[in-house]
């Protein structure tokens, strides 16, 4: 079983096994595909 990551903002998901892996990626999203959104976290 994994944990998935969604974004509230596009149609991305994220698979992962574990709530810092899925965070990551997320931010990691967050910060490539939607800067400003990012910047205000
Ligand atoms: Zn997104």
Same mark, same amino acid.
């Given at each position: 079983?994994?944990? !998935?990551? *969604?974004?509230?903002?596009?149609?991305?998901?994220?698979?992962?096994?574990?709530?810092?892996?899925? !965070?990551? *990626?997320?931010?990691?999203?967050?910060?490539?595909?939607?800067?400003?959104?990012?910047?205000?976290?």
């Amino acid at each position: 079983m994994g944990i !998935t990551g *969604a974004c509230e903002r596009c149609d991305w998901r994220y698979l992962g096994s574990g709530y810092p892996e899925v !965070t990551k *990626a997320y931010q990691d999203h967050l910060r490539e595909e939607h800067p400003d959104t990012w910047l205000r976290r």
